[in-house]
């Protein structure tokens, strides 16, 4: 299990104490497990005495110094869920959220369990066609997910500077924050963070083309799609982990759909990717790298396996400011 300085973990009597104050005071959990991956919440299976099988996430200190946008997102999560059930995409149910920050000093939910795996277990082991099948329900639900209009642009964050009237507006702001926080961390890059900032901005006029701020996962990776075999075949049943939503473009959810590759035919049914379109996708892609190659630093690890990594992140930023 990777551990990270942002998991706020919680001790047995806490969990009771979570439980019995969201649940009512004879609730108990008769099972608890803690789950493995993540680098951010802290997360758990619990199961209540009534049978009910949920997951408590809890967020990291709000002390805490992360990346500029990583502000109240389990509030974010909490939303996205919210909103995007109401059209019919499949996601966590939020059984209870606890923002009130006097049990933990930081917020916690516990949502419905989400059955099936996750899609980036399977994968390897899938057939193509199979694969294709799934990646053509996730390419449904998204253009679902993205009839959902937003009241402005940028991240809804408590007084983010990224919420703006226009997305160029809101990019903009949010490429900064970005080049300011690689700048903070002194992370290795390809450029300087003021000449990756400089490459995104020259091609703004772009994100004029965008007049309608819908709202994006933007971390739909295989990890984050849980699918289930029925007998008709696999079956998405949920999208999960929406705390870095957006509210935006929605090309640029195939940014972590098609994570580090290019979008499979499936996931650009009924998208045209217009040269406008292309060149947008290059500039959330560098950032979106960009992001990945300095959050290691706000986690609290460095390890032999986390240094390949970067490095070969490395090569992928270059070869984007290349295209830039």
Do not use: C
């Not at 809890?58 to 919210?82: C, G, I, Q, S, W």
């Not at 049990?103 to 949502?111: H, P, S």
């Not at 035919?265 to 406008?276: K, S």
Request: no cysteine; aromatic share 8%.
């Amino acid at each position: 299990m990777r551990d990270s300085v942002t998991k706020r973990r919680v001790s047995e009597s806490e969990l009771a104490r979570l439980v019995s104050y969201a649940f009512g005071p004879t609730a108990r959990a008769t099972a608890w497990r803690e789950f493995e991956g993540g680098t951010y919440n802290a997360a758990y299976a619990v199961t209540l005495d009534d049978g009910r099988e949920l997951v408590l996430k809890v967020a990291p200190p709000p002390h805490l110094k992360l990346l500029t946008h990583e502000v109240d997102l389990m509030r974010t999560e909490v939303d996205f869920y919210r909103r995007a059930a109401a059209v019919g995409v499949p996601v966590p149910e939020v059984v209870y959220a606890g923002f009130e920050r006097d049990l933990l000093g930081t917020d916690f939910v516990f949502l419905s369990l989400v059955p099936g795996t996750d899609l980036h277990s399977l994968v390897d082991g899938l057939p193509p066609a199979e694969v294709a099948a799934v990646r053509g329900q996730v390419a449904g639900l998204t253009a679902r997910l993205h009839t959902i209009t937003g009241s402005g642009y940028g991240y809804p964050l408590r007084d983010s500077r990224t919420w703006q009237s226009t997305w160029r507006g809101a990019f903009g702001a949010m490429v900064d924050d970005l080049m300011a926080d690689a700048a903070r961390l002194d992370k290795p890059l390809p450029a300087p963070p003021e000449r990756i900032g400089g490459l995104l901005r020259r091609h703004a006029d772009v994100l004029d083309e965008v007049t309608r701020p819908a709202l994006v996962h933007f971390d739909l990776w295989d990890g984050n799609v849980f699918v289930q075999r029925d007998p008709d075949g696999w079956r998405v049943t949920g999208l999960i982990d929406g705390e870095r939503a957006l509210w935006g473009d929605p090309i640029a959810e195939l940014v972590s759909l098609a994570l580090l590759r290019e979008p499979e035919p499936e996931l650009l049914a009924g998208i045209e990717l217009t040269a406008g379109a292309r060149r947008r996708l290059d500039m959330y892609r560098t950032y979106l790298y960009v992001i990945m190659a300095i959050e290691g630093a706000t986690r609290g690890w460095y390890d032999a396996e986390r240094v390949k990594f970067e490095t070969w992140l490395a090569e992928r930023i270059d070869a984007q400011l290349a295209l830039l």
